[in-house]
């Protein structure tokens, strides 16, 4: 099994990605623990805290996320993680036996298996929108014998 580094994220020949998502998920927890006197703070609102938690905890664990191979495991491991992480913002002990689907209710941010959907949807949407792609789309048209578009330039 071969496995080197590529933007920061460690890619594997195997196509697992564990090991990676095991390094962000300790980096993530780190900063999380780093920063608990922002999450204890009672004079910050929960909006405040959701805005500190999405900005710089969620981009620590998600860093690398575009080309993660994941499986139904690796998703389970993220999204305990990131319960984990909302129960510390809100303050919810395990005692307290509150639900997940409550404690999702309560911070209503979304998914985290729907969040690293859109970021690797991202990049393709944009080079959809620029002149080149336009461009190519015009010369596979002429090609496949298509008169080009009359609004082309």
Same mark, same amino acid.
């Given at each position: ?6 933007? =920061? ?27 608990? !006197?922002?999450?204890?703070?009672? +004079? ?11 900005? !710089? ?27 984990? !992480?909302? +129960?510390?913002?809100? =303050? *919810?002990?395990?005692?307290?036996? *509150? ?10 941010? /979304? ?7 859109? +970021? ?6 944009? *080079?959809?929108?620029? /002149? ?7 010369? *596979?048209?002429?090609?496949? =014998?298509? !008169? ?6």
């Amino acid at each position: 099994m071969t496995e080197f580094l590529y933007l =920061g994220s460690l890619q594997s020949s195997s196509g697992r990605c564990y090991l990676d998502l095991h390094q962000w998920i300790g980096l993530a927890s780190s900063a999380m623990h780093s920063m608990q !006197c922002c999450w204890q703070q009672q +004079r910050l609102s929960l909006d405040t805290r959701l805005r500190l938690y999405q900005t !710089c905890n969620l981009q620590i664990l998600l860093h690398g996320a575009d080309t993660w191979t994941l499986l139904a495991d690796d998703i389970r491991r993220l999204q305990s993680f990131r319960m984990g !992480c909302h +129960r510390q913002l809100l =303050g *919810v002990k395990w005692q307290d036996h *509150v639900k997940n689907t409550e404690t999702a209710d309560m911070t209503s941010l /979304p998914n985290i298996a729907d969040i690293i959907s859109k +970021r690797r949807r991202t990049p393709f949407g944009h *080079v959809a929108t620029t /002149p080149v792609h336009q461009a190519l789309e015009q010369v *596979v048209a002429t090609i496949a =014998g298509h !008169c080009p578009d009359t609004h082309w330039q």
